[in-house]
């Protein structure tokens, strides 16, 4: 009678480590997973914003270098060379203080509002 209590005892033992070791594989893989796309997506958030300053920094220099002023506003480096970015994700505030002086240029990021689709 014991014998099979002790069986019984094990059967259960390896029954619940059998149920709980794959779950735990499986939970401790999906927080792996997570982080990593966590990870990868600030690293490329960052990677666009780097991107948006040295663009906003060549078409400011290439203005000047070509014109003799500093762009007056975001809007006229947009029209005039071609400046485009998500404006749902990041905003970027152009202060010109002068046509002879390199304007204030200050870029945040606000993440996706929305869609992400053109209006």
């Given at each position: 009678?014991?014998?099979?209590?002790?069986?019984?005892?094990?059967?259960?033992?390896?029954?619940?480590?059998?149920?709980?070791?794959?779950?735990?594989?499986?939970?401790?893989?999906?927080?792996?997973?997570?982080?990593?796309?966590?990870?990868?997506?600030?690293s490329?958030?960052?990677?666009?914003?780097?991107?948006?300053h040295m663009?906003?920094?060549?078409?400011?220099v290439?203005?000047?270098?070509?014109?003799?002023?500093?762009?007056?506003?975001?809007?006229?480096?947009?029209?005039?060379?071609?400046?485009?970015?998500?404006?749902?994700?990041?905003?970027?505030?152009?202060?010109?203080i002068?046509?002879?002086?390199y304007?204030?240029?200050?870029?945040?990021?606000?993440?996706?509002?929305?869609?992400?689709?053109?209006?």
């Open positions: 009678m014991e014998e099979i209590s002790l069986k019984k005892k094990n059967n259960f033992i390896l029954g619940l480590l059998g149920f709980v070791l794959p779950t735990a594989t499986i939970i401790l893989l999906i927080v792996i997973f997570y982080f990593g796309v966590k990870q990868i997506s600030t490329t958030i960052e990677k666009q914003e780097n991107a948006l663009a906003i920094e060549r078409d400011i290439q203005c000047y270098s070509i014109e003799g002023i500093y762009p007056p506003s975001l809007n006229y480096l947009e029209v005039h060379y071609g400046l485009v970015y998500d404006k749902n994700m990041f905003f970027v505030d152009y202060r010109p002068a046509a002879n002086i304007p204030d240029v200050t870029i945040l990021y606000v993440g996706k509002q929305g869609l992400g689709i053109d209006r």
